[in-house]
């Protein structure tokens, strides 16, 4: 089943000027994804051999803290 997404003029502008020829809308969407999940996959586990994870979430709840969340 297909869905219709609404989108400005500006970003239909730049999501054509980044497809290809022959790539239709969807293909494009399908290739980000597919980019996007790869890259998430290959940063998976950097940090698990040192301290900027556990350093990382402080620093996340120490700025919760500052804001007041």
């Given amino acids: 089943m297909s869905k219709s997404i609404r989108v400005s003029e500006d970003t239909h502008a730049a999501l054509a000027a980044l497809k290809g020829d022959e790539e239709t809308f969807d293909d494009l969407l399908s290739r980000f994804v597919a980019e996007r999940r790869e ?17 990382a979430r402080e620093a996340r709840t120490e700025m919760k803290r500052d804001l007041g969340g």
């Fill in 39 to 55: 890259a998430v996959r290959k940063g998976a586990g950097l940090w698990a051999d040192s301290e900027a994870a556990t350093a």
